[in-house]
């Protein structure tokens, strides 16, 4: 109900834990109170906070602000002695150490279900608790696709201009940003005022919002065949598109780093399960994560569309339609009738019933344009791509820059920035990947790259 930060302060909640506390529970439960409702609740919370411990709306808030001082012990927990079973989905495509990973986080003792995606991707659902690990390091990474106004001729007869304005209006790399000034309301969260950790990275935020990082990110103009009664509504055809992929920049990097190494501190596993600790809701640490999570994957699908709007301004493009999902992130999902979890997607694509996403292959592979089919067993996920088929050190170790170069000739592919690291053929086939996931997602469409800008090497 606009709750801001001076209201509350006004108030008298003062601590960032407690004004925290206070936004997420208003926001999940006060939808349809009024703002000066609001207001003399929280008022009379923080003079009577005893009355409220017992509140199923308030007692989290009520206990902060008037604590039972326990003795901390930090007991350590136990795993199964055998993993939850889980569906697998191309299991000949996935590596032995993958699996492994897996079946230790199915014997978490928090963990409720799971499945396993042909690219090793892995979707993991909790019991009111979140792995910082299982979200990622890139939180709220994801695919946004933008469909244009032109046919395919446009990419040859301007592939100059193409190439000039993905120099221009990208920007690749850890560091930096974009020449010129990047505006999105994001910016202005109450959210970057909450914690110390946010407080601190809201500079960098502003440097880098519009810009991507490294590895398999790209920004890339391409041709895009839609099916006859597709997710978008778009008319049967052959368009233009423009693809990116990318994530939350430092700002998310930052976020996972601090709460991953909180959640060893506070959850102590045995050590070959220590970087599945995790952060329970109930608590203020939990609480915290969460609230960051959720600014980071906002923070993401910011810069995609500063970066979708900046190409399509410069090159004179009129947008049709857009579709775009995140990976490296948790969602509060029904699982089973009745049963709220924590669903973890740590590359994993969501794949609700009748839900759009993205699944690319590589710089000169195609990738598809989907509609889940909300398949359970699956937790409603697919593949994000086609998965390596080579660790990064190894297609270093077998391709030259020249092979690269010779291999996306012959493609009709050209690229701007990228290393070897992405060499089409350290990739799995994205048609074998896509065969083995036929029941979780309907193809709708092809992309397929023509341009692609990605970071240097």
């Excluded at 939808?31 to 009379?44: F, M, P, R, V």
């Excluded at 969260?189 to 590895?215: C, D, N």
């Excluded at 839609?226 to 008319?235: D, I, R, S």
């Excluded at 999570?293 to 004179?316: F, P, Q, V």
Aim: overall charge positive; charged content about 25%.
């Amino acid at each position: 109900m606009g709750i801001r930060l001076k209201d509350l302060s006004k108030l008298g909640y003062r601590d960032n834990v407690a004004r925290s506390l206070a936004v997420v529970l208003v926001g999940k439960y006060c939808k349809y109170e009024t703002k000066e409702q609001i207001l003399a609740a929280l008022g009379d919370i923080l003079k009577n906070p005893e009355v409220y411990k017992n509140s199923e709306i308030w007692s989290k808030l009520a206990e902060h602000l008037s604590p039972v001082f326990i003795e901390k012990r930090l007991t350590p927990y136990d795993l199964l002695d055998e993993p939850l079973g889980y569906k697998t989905y191309g299991s000949k495509y996935i590596e032995t150490l993958a699996k492994q990973q897996m079946n230790l986080a199915m014997r978490l003792p928090i963990t409720l279900a799971g499945a396993l995606m042909p690219d090793a991707h892995a979707g993991l659902a909790t019991d009111h608790a979140v792995i910082p690990y299982a979200v990622g390091v890139d939180i709220g990474c994801r695919m946004n696709l933008t469909l244009f106004d032109a046919g395919e001729d446009f990419l040859k007869r301007y592939s100059h201009h193409i190439k000039e304005a993905l120099k221009e209006f990208t920007h690749f790399g850890m560091d930096g940003g974009l020449p010129f000034a990047q505006e999105y309301e994001v910016l202005d969260r109450e959210e970057f005022r909450m914690t110390e950790l946010l407080r601190g990275l809201h500079g960098k935020a502003v440097r880098q919002l519009g810009s991507s990082g490294g590895g398999n990110h790209f920004v890339e103009f391409g041709k895009m065949s839609l099916q006859a009664g597709n997710v978008l509504g778009v008319p049967e055809g052959n368009y233009v598109a423009l693809l990116s992929h990318s994530g939350s920049r430092g700002l998310g990097a930052a976020i996972a780093k601090h709460y991953s190494l909180l959640a060893r501190d506070l959850c102590r596993l045995p050590r070959e399960a220590q970087h599945f600790a995790w952060l329970g809701l109930d608590t203020e640490e939990g609480q915290e994560y969460w609230l960051s999570m959720n600014l980071a994957g906002d923070y993401a699908r910011a810069c995609h569309e500063r970066i979708h709007k900046n190409l399509s301004k410069a090159l004179g493009l009129k947008p049709l339609a857009n579709v775009n999902n995140h990976h490296n992130f948790a969602w509060k999902e029904e699982i089973a009738p009745g049963q709220t979890a924590i669903v973890h997607r740590k590359g994993a694509t969501p794949a609700q019933k009748g839900q759009p996403g993205l699944i690319p292959g590589s710089m000169a592979t195609p990738g598809y344009l989907v509609c889940g089919k909300g398949i359970s067993e699956a937790l409603c996920s697919v593949s994000h791509g086609a998965g390596r088929a080579m660790s990064r050190q190894k297609a270093k170790d077998n391709f030259t820059r020249s092979a690269l170069r010779k291999y996306l000739s012959q493609a009709g592919v050209t690229l701007i920035g990228g290393s070897v690291e992405e060499m089409p053929l350290a990739y799995k086939d994205i048609d074998r990947v896509m065969k083995t996931q036929e029941e979780l997602v309907e193809v709708q469409g092809t992309f397929m790259p023509c341009i692609v800008r990605m970071n240097k090497e």
